[in-house]
């Protein structure tokens, strides 16, 4: 999937210069339009970003069994507090 979102803005160009007639040139409506939609994109990617958890801090503990013996999911556990 990665690659694929690497290779989209690429596959998106190839197609306009295959598709495009010569001596074409875009309207400022559609400029305008593809300027909001790559403001939207950016801001819903900031957006993404700015809401998950912060997953720099703590220690990763993988998925294990519990005293009952259902499985706990993997969690972060609070990094121990630092000592000068």
């Known amino acids: 999937m990665p690659i694929l979102l690497l290779l989209?803005?690429?596959l998106a160009w190839l197609l306009w210069l295959w598709l495009r007639k010569p001596g074409w040139?875009?309207?400022r409506a559609q400029l305008l339009a593809l300027g909001i939609v790559v403001a939207i994109g950016?801001?819903?990617a900031l957006w993404v970003r700015l809401t998950q958890e912060d997953i720099t801090s703590g220690t990763?503990?993988?998925p294990s069994l519990g005293p009952d013996g259902r499985v706990l999911?993997?969690?972060l556990e609070p990094a121990p507090a630092?000592?000068?």
């Open 73 to 75: 999911p993997s969690r």
């Open 25 to 27: 040139r875009p309207s």
């Open 8 to 10: 989209l803005p690429l």
């Open 82 to 84: 630092r000592t000068p």
């Open 42 to 44: 950016a801001g819903a």
């Open 60 to 62: 990763y503990t993988p």
